[in-house]
């Protein structure tokens, strides 16, 4: 037997024209909620341009809400991303740091201002197309909300998610969080959604899929440098140090320097390892193992606790990036402020910007930006 339509109460969902969020919104309706779709506008500055996809995700997400017959809703928040978002990846970038734009994207848009505006249309719950799951644990201090992994772990977006609190949480549904992408892709076809075919966006949060150097050129002036090797010979000129990112191979404009070679006349590649801001030097190394790019320790600031501390365990396991496996770590200190780690095996390109993430087994413990 079906519930009836709304008995659950009402629902607003993020929906960006996206095959995942389309497939969640239905999967609200068939769970007896009320839905109400937010196509949420975030980024203005060029959006005539081939990458900017916005119109079409409009046409997606409205014909999507009229198959689904669900109610839609264009909303505008350019002003808070340029605000929150875009001028924090920028301060971060000129600063010789390589921030993660959909970490801060997440906790300042979709889960701040969409949260405030879906309250006022009298919504009980947001929604968005994430891969991860919300659990509520029993405690005695009353209900405490846990951010799961997805359960298909190739699609699995609580890194992103980190920085969640328990407010945001306890008002959140992920639908897709039990679910393999495979099965969402079925259900699209099997409803004959417009965007069943649709690929997944891979560019930066609301900001499209572009050539980024060229992108973030408009934004931050080119400051050339000399290009080193840690024994201090120039082998070439870096165009800004924010245009590159520890452990970055393509792009470092310096392919005809040999430097170490083997018997057989081949060498290793090149890779960038270290900025020198006062003195606006790039470092590169060669090989994928040298001692520059490896790292067993790190620190990070700016923390963020889901269950609102720091954990109490010092063994977990940990992402210094998204597309990474757990590695295993133990915590030297964690507190509100900073957090300190120290890992069995030593971690590639460990980049200041992103964001370390900590989970103890399928529960992300929170995080912060590495230092």
Same mark, same amino acid.
């Given at each position: 037997?079906?519930?009836?339509?709304?008995?659950?109460?009402?629902?607003?969902?993020?929906?960006?024209?996206?095959?995942?969020?389309?497939?969640?919104?239905?999967? !609200?309706?068939?769970?007896?909620?009320?839905?109400?779709?937010?196509?949420?506008?975030?980024?203005?500055?060029?959006? /005539?341009?081939?990458?900017?996809?916005?119109?079409?995700?409009?046409?997606? *997400?409205?014909?999507?809400? /009229? #198959?689904?017959?669900?109610?839609?809703?264009?909303?505008?928040? *350019?002003?808070?991303?340029?605000?929150?978002?875009?001028?924090?990846?920028?301060?971060?970038?000129?600063?010789?740091?390589?921030?993660?734009?959909?970490?801060?994207?997440?906790?300042?848009?979709?889960?701040?201002?969409?949260?405030?505006?879906?309250?006022?249309?009298?919504?009980?719950?947001?929604? &968005?197309?994430?891969?991860?799951?919300?659990?509520?644990?029993?405690t005695p201090q009353?209900?405490?909300?846990?951010?799961?992994?997805?359960?298909?772990?190739?699609?699995?977006?609580?890194?992103?998610?980190?920085?969640?609190?328990?407010?945001?949480?306890?008002?959140?549904?992920?639908?897709?969080?039990?679910?393999?992408?495979?099965?969402?892709?079925?259900?699209?076809?099997?409803?004959?959604?417009?965007?069943?075919?649709?690929?997944?966006?891979?560019?930066?949060?609301?900001?499209?899929?572009?050539?980024?150097?060229?992108?973030?050129?408009?934004?931050?002036?080119?400051?050339?440098?000399?290009?080193?090797?840690?024994?201090?010979?120039?082998?070439?000129?870096?165009?800004?140090?924010?245009?590159? &990112?520890?452990?970055?191979?393509?792009?470092?404009?310096?392919?005809?320097?040999?430097?170490?070679?083997?018997?057989?006349?081949?060498?290793?590649?090149?890779?960038?390892?270290?900025?020198?801001?006062?003195?606006?030097? !790039?470092y590169v190394v060669?090989?994928?193992?040298?001692?520059?790019?490896?790292?067993?320790?790190?620190?990070?600031?700016?923390?963020?606790?889901?269950?609102?501390?720091?954990? &109490?365990?010092t063994q977990c396991?940990?992402?210094?990036?998204?597309?990474?496996?757990?590695?295993?770590?133990?915590?030297?200190? *964690?507190?509100?402020?900073?957090?300190? #780690?120290?890992?069995?095996?030593?971690?590639? *390109?460990?980049?200041?910007?992103?964001?370390?993430?900590?989970?103890?087994?399928?529960?992300?413990?929170?995080?912060?930006?590495?230092?």
């Open positions: 037997m079906t519930t009836a339509a709304g008995s659950k109460g009402r629902v607003v969902i993020g929906l960006s024209g996206g095959v995942d969020s389309s497939v969640s919104a239905w999967l !609200l309706k068939q769970q007896g909620y009320e839905v109400i779709g937010l196509f949420m506008k975030n980024w203005e500055d060029d959006d /005539d341009t081939e990458y900017c996809s916005s119109r079409q995700d409009w046409l997606d *997400a409205a014909s999507v809400a /009229d #198959l689904l017959d669900i109610e839609i809703e264009a909303v505008n928040f *350019a002003a808070e991303y340029k605000d929150r978002v875009f001028a924090e990846f920028l301060r971060e970038y000129t600063a010789g740091r390589t921030p993660n734009p959909d970490v801060l994207c997440n906790a300042e848009i979709k889960f701040k201002a969409f949260l405030d505006h879906a309250m006022s249309l009298g919504a009980e719950r947001i929604a &968005t197309g994430h891969y991860a799951r919300v659990r509520a644990v029993q009353g209900d405490q909300y846990q951010l799961l992994k997805g359960v298909d772990q190739s699609k699995d977006q609580s890194y992103f998610l980190h920085r969640l609190n328990q407010a945001q949480l306890s008002r959140t549904l992920f639908p897709l969080g039990e679910i393999e992408k495979t099965e969402v892709r079925r259900i699209a076809e099997q409803l004959q959604l417009p965007n069943a075919k649709k690929k997944d966006s891979t560019g930066i949060c609301f900001i499209g899929e572009r050539p980024f150097r060229e992108f973030l050129n408009r934004y931050l002036p080119t400051k050339p440098g000399p290009i080193k090797t840690p024994e201090g010979k120039v082998v070439g000129e870096h165009m800004g140090l924010a245009f590159y &990112t520890y452990g970055q191979r393509k792009g470092l404009g310096i392919g005809g320097i040999k430097g170490t070679q083997r018997d057989d006349g081949t060498a290793d590649a090149w890779y960038a390892a270290r900025k020198d801001l006062p003195n606006n030097t !790039l060669q090989g994928h193992d040298h001692p520059w790019l490896l790292n067993h320790n790190l620190s990070a600031e700016n923390i963020s606790w889901v269950a609102g501390q720091a954990p &109490t365990q396991a940990a992402k210094t990036r998204y597309r990474q496996s757990d590695a295993a770590c133990q915590i030297l200190h *964690a507190d509100e402020h900073k957090l300190s #780690l120290h890992f069995e095996q030593a971690q590639w *390109a460990v980049t200041p910007g992103q964001s370390v993430v900590l989970y103890d087994g399928e529960v992300c413990l929170g995080g912060g930006i590495i230092q």
